[in-house]
């Protein structure tokens, strides 16, 4: 798989990102990607051919392979990467719309295209606000999903966490209960827990970002009903100011006019 294509489209999703989020892109680069293709395919390699069983039944190694990893941890976590990257996608197929446009409004000479906008298509960066606020809380929520799916799975499918040195193993066509082998144990358990915790820490920002954009969302507004109500007060008083100023012009007209009288 080509994890740099991978890395290049969520780079430019990291402009819009908050300061939460550029930190979970940097876990999920660090510390998934990189271990995932540096490290981890090292230590599992052709784990299929270093299952090892005691017997010469043709078949029961395979079937005993099959039974106690259904799919690879290796392509597991591939997987589990790919979902989590995909939400992100959203954001910048958003911005993308919203970049092409503010370009056709510009085009256009639409008058309701104000100076912001103009800033954002020069910085290629816009504010988490409005539809792009639902979008980005929404990649965030899916991320959440798909990271505790696939931590379930993990238990639920390798029956735990940790690797174990012996497998016992009675599926057909095996003759009897034969004894199986897993290489390398301990180094598995350890990528295992690592990326489990990696996972975990994911989870965490994730929440942390969507509880931040949530308060920024409510903070907006009461902001803007806090300035609704401030505008007729705004408008009252310069309306009394104008009032005040044509008693002051018609008072100063008549005394002009009864100085003339006399």
Not at 48 to 63: A, H, I, R, S, W
Not at 86 to 109: C, D, F, I, S
Request: glycine share 4%; charged share 20%.
């Amino acid at each position: 798989m080509d994890w740099g294509a991978l890395q290049t489209i969520l780079g430019g999703v990291n402009k819009h990102s908050t300061s939460i989020g550029k930190i979970w892109l940097t876990v999920l680069f660090i510390f998934r990607i990189m271990i995932l293709v540096v490290a981890a395919e090292r230590v599992w390699g052709d784990e299929q051919d270093d299952f090892v069983c005691n017997t010469l039944q043709p078949g029961c190694k395979n079937v005993c392979y099959d039974h106690f990893f259904p799919i690879s941890h290796i392509r597991l976590w591939a997987l589990q990467l790919i979902f989590v990257s995909t939400p992100a996608l959203l954001v910048a197929m958003h911005v993308a719309y919203r970049r092409h446009e503010k370009k056709r409004q510009l085009r256009k000479g639409d008058k309701k295209c104000e100076y912001k906008d103009i800033e954002e298509i020069r910085s290629q960066r816009f504010h988490i606000e409005g539809s792009l606020w639902w979008t980005y809380a929404s990649s965030i929520f899916f991320r959440l999903i798909f990271e505790a799916v696939f931590m379930y799975a993990f238990y639920y499918m390798y029956d735990g966490y940790q690797m174990p040195r012996l497998m016992k193993c009675s599926a057909w066509p095996c003759p009897n209960t034969v004894d199986c082998f897993v290489s390398r144990p301990t180094e598995k358990t350890v990528f295992t827990i690592f990326m489990i915790a990696v996972s975990s820490i994911c989870i965490l920002l994730n929440v942390a970002e969507l509880c931040y954009l949530l308060t920024k969302f409510f903070l907006r507004r009461s902001k803007k009903a806090g300035n609704s109500k401030q505008q007729p007060n705004h408008e009252n008083k310069e309306e009394t100011k104008q009032n005040e100023m044509n008693e002051l012009i018609s008072d100063s007209c008549q005394n002009t006019v009864i100085g003339f009288s006399s």
